[in-house]
């Protein structure tokens, strides 16, 4: 069976059809709530690696904290980016899935099926 991990916001649309679609193609699916259970820095340094972006490319940069913290410097590094995402994990763009040795962010839900 094939497995996959899911950053999961139960609140967001997005999220919650990617879920379905795992459940869908008989993906056997650990949900990780980033809300409540955020990712360390070291985590999600290795799930940038695996989707192959920079870190400003996996946050959500209309969040009112991503303008409020100043996170639009681009004078920031990857660290503190990343930093930023563990501090505030309302920034973190979901859904992130999990599988293979691959990630891929689920906007559209479509994207995670390469990944399968």
């Given amino acids: ?40 820095a070291a985590e999600i340094a290795r799930i940038l690696s695996l989707l192959g972006i920079g870190a400003r490319e996996l946050m959500r940069t209309k969040e009112e904290e991503y303008k409020a913290l100043g996170l639009d410097n681009p004078a920031l590094d990857e660290t503190a980016l990343i930093d930023a995402m563990v501090a505030n994990p309302k920034l973190i763009e979901r859904p992130v899935v999990l599988a293979n040795g691959k990630a891929a962010i689920g906007r559209p839900p479509a994207n995670v099926l390469e990944i399968l």
């Fill in 1 to 40: 069976m094939k497995k996959a991990i899911i950053l999961h916001n139960p609140r967001c649309s997005k999220s919650r059809e990617t879920l379905a679609l795992l459940g869908e193609q008989g993906v056997e699916i650990e949900v990780v709530e980033y809300l409540k259970d955020t990712p360390d």
